[in-house]
């Protein structure tokens, strides 16, 4: 994984970049396995959110979630947070809005010691 944000101006290259750097994340079977949808706003170049249903026909039906991405340069997508940390879709966007903002301006980064995106503050503590 690389450890710099990508700088993407639309989606389409987001699944470009993943794809030609031999992934699945937009996948097909990927998207159909988790029931996702990939929202088409993209936040400061990287940052973009996905909602997932868990339709498991042994498990009782769930409602949509959704989680906040981050593409990175080299084509892989990181998860902030964990999968589905966002009860509805204006959370999850406004979280993916501010998290664009503060990767875009160093104020939030990657910690490759702890494999999360962190303010800075916690980075050098």
């Not at 700088?7 to 031999?22: M, P, V, Y």
């Not at 026909?57 to 940390?85: C, F, H, K, N």
Request: charged share 20%; hydrophobic share 35%.
């Amino acid at each position: 994984m690389s450890y710099t944000i990508g700088n993407f101006n639309q989606l389409f290259q987001i699944k470009r970049a993943n794809e030609n750097s031999g992934r699945y994340f937009f996948s097909k079977g990927a998207m159909k396995g988790f029931n996702s949808r990939i929202h088409d706003a993209v936040y400061s170049g990287c940052v973009f959110v996905t909602s997932e249903k868990n339709d498991m026909s042994y498990s009782a039906p769930q409602p949509r979630v959704y989680t906040v991405r981050i593409a990175m340069d080299d084509g892989s997508i990181e998860t902030y947070g964990s999968l589905g940390d966002y009860a509805t879709r204006y959370d999850a966007h406004s979280t993916a809005e501010w998290l664009g903002k503060a990767l875009k301006s160093g104020t939030v980064a990657y910690n490759p010691n702890t494999w999360k995106f962190e303010t800075i503050e916690l980075i050098a503590s």
